[in-house]
């Protein structure tokens, strides 16, 4: 088993600027990708970014450019640096991790408000 905790959501003008942290506890050895997903109300779940073990990311058009993801092995933390935030950019954030290539795991979210 793995478990997320994410922290960092909050609220911020449009404009601004959020870091959220995500800190993977338990059987994290074989953990070989980890990213972020959003979910607005009304909305399916998607994709934010993600990193993999080797620092590969990929990004969702709708960030990219603002957006950026990184990752500590040895702390076990994704992070997610976001700029620029817009309010589109409001939803409820989720930590993702994907571990032996074939088992996932989510965070419980935290809520990003974008809003003046």
């Known amino acids: 088993q793995v478990q997320l905790v994410e922290s960092g959501g909050g609220l911020v003008q449009p404009g601004g600027s959020l870091r959220l942290s995500c800190v993977a506890s338990?059987?994290?050895?074989?953990?070989?990708?980890m990213g972020w997903h959003r979910q607005a109300p009304g909305n399916q779940r998607e994709l934010v970014a993600s990193?993999?073990?080797?620092?590969?990311?990929n990004y969702a058009d709708s960030v990219k450019g603002r957006f950026t993801i990184s990752r500590d092995n040895g702390k076990n933390t994704v992070s997610l640096q976001m700029n620029s935030l817009k309010p589109e950019d409001t939803a409820v954030y989720y930590c993702?991790?994907?571990?032996?290539?074939?088992?996932?795991?989510w965070g419980q979210g935290t809520q990003v408000t974008v809003s003046s």
């Open positions: 338990g059987s994290i050895s074989d953990i070989n990708l």
């Open positions: 993702r991790a994907i571990r032996a290539g074939r088992f996932q795991y």
């Open positions: 990193i993999t073990t080797g620092g590969t990311t």
